[in-house]
Each structure stands twice: as structure tokens, then as C-alpha cells.
Nanobody, 121 residues
């Protein structure tokens, strides 16, 4: 069974930083491209960062220079470091494979609970 468990969110002042973590199980992590997504209030979920099995990274234009994705294949973890946080970064952050893992038994994409990031003074 696939599990995606995000953590590390919280309430942060503008200009602050956070490191989000995602623990995975049930996937062949070492060969999977992993992504971080976020969903802001009233908006659709969007892809913000990705990292291939070989460590190649890519970012949405809106977060380039402030977000850094990394991975630990030995521990099946993926991380997202966010610096210079802005109120617009407020969202629930999720990790998932690329494309998002599809559970054929339940016929739906599987997501973790996410981790809430709130940027406010």
C-alpha cells in the first residue's frame, strides 16, 4: 500500500523559511520522479517542484530561486526547502510521484494529507 506522509509545515512570518519533508512507502522510490504540489485556498492544486531519480530538478516559474527540492533515496524521503516565504505561499503542500500515483483498486489518485503552510505576520 502506498503511503505519502508530508510534514514540516506551520505558521511562518513573511521572509522566513521552512523545510518540508515527505516520507514514502509502497513505491519504487529510487526510480520515481517525485514532485511537490500545493493547493492554496480556493485554487486548484499546482505542481511547484520536481526531482528525477537522477537528481535533475525543475520548478514552477513562480517559485524559482526560493524553492529547493531534494531527495534521499536510501530513506525514501523527499524534501522541499522554501525560503523568503511570501503570503502567496500559503497552501497545503503535497508530495507525490510523477504522474500522481493512481490506485487501480480504488480507481483514484492517491494523495497524502499534506502539510499546511501559513505565511502571515
Amino acid at each position: 500500500q502506498v503511503q505519502l506522509v508530508e510534514s514540516g509545515g506551520g505558521l511562518v512570518q513573511p521572509g522566513g523559511s521552512l523545510r518540508l519533508s515527505c516520507a514514502t512507502s509502497g513505491i519504487i522510490f529510487s526510480i520515481s520522479t517525485m514532485n511537490w504540489y500545493r493547493q492554496a485556498p480556493g485554487k486548484q492544486r499546482e505542481l511547484v517542484a520536481g526531482i528525477t531519480s537522477g537528481g535533475i530538478t525543475n520548478y514552477a516559474d513562480s517559485v524559482k530561486g526560493r524553492y529547493t527540492i531534494s531527495r534521499d533515496n536510501a530513506n525514501k524521503m523527499v524534501y522541499l526547502e522554501i525560503s523568503s516565504l511570501e503570503p502567496e505561499d500559503t497552501a497545503v503542500y503535497y508530495c507525490n510521484t510523477d504522474p500522481p500515483y493512481y490506485d487501480t483498486y480504488f480507481n483514484k489518485h492517491q494523495w497524502g494529507r499534506g502539510t499546511q503552510v501559513i505565511v502571515s505576520s
